[in-house]
């Protein structure tokens, strides 16, 4: 059983920043890949960002690409998603998921995750 739990999220305007921490119980985080979804009022929830076991790898999707940085500290049993450059449509709730093993980053979606955090809202006005 894992548990995570968001934090950071908060009201922003276009072009702000907003930092995302999610910690995770247990033992054997470095183990597992670990990745941000959000969803938005009347969509359905979409993939934002992953990062490997170690966090020497990372993908993004499309649309948060060169605005968004997922990183992790092991050590703290903590990931993160920086984001910079937000704009009014990257609002959602969002969160934090554990990823199951054997994962492939350019095929992930949410059939993939074994574990939820509960979200953590972030608005963005414009």
């Known amino acids: 059983q894992v548990q995570l739990v968001e934090s950071g999220g908060g009201l922003v305007q276009a072009g702000g920043s907003l930092r995302l921490s999610c910690a995770a119980s247990?033992?054997?985080?470095?183990?597992?890949?670990m990745a941000w979804f959000r969803q938005a009022p009347g969509k359905e929830r979409e993939f934002g960002a992953a990062i490997s076991g170690s966090g020497g790898t990372t993908y993004y999707a499309d649309s948060v690409k060169g605005r968004f940085t997922i990183s992790r500290d092991n050590a703290k049993n903590t990931v993160y998603l920086q984001m910079n450059s937000l704009k009014p449509e990257d609002t959602a709730v969002y969160y934090c998921a554990k990823l199951r093993a054997g994962v492939v980053f350019r095929l992930l979606s949410a059939r993939n995750v074994d574990y939820w955090g509960q979200g953590t809202q972030v608005t963005v006005s414009s």
């Open positions: 247990g033992r054997t985080f470095s183990s597992y890949a």
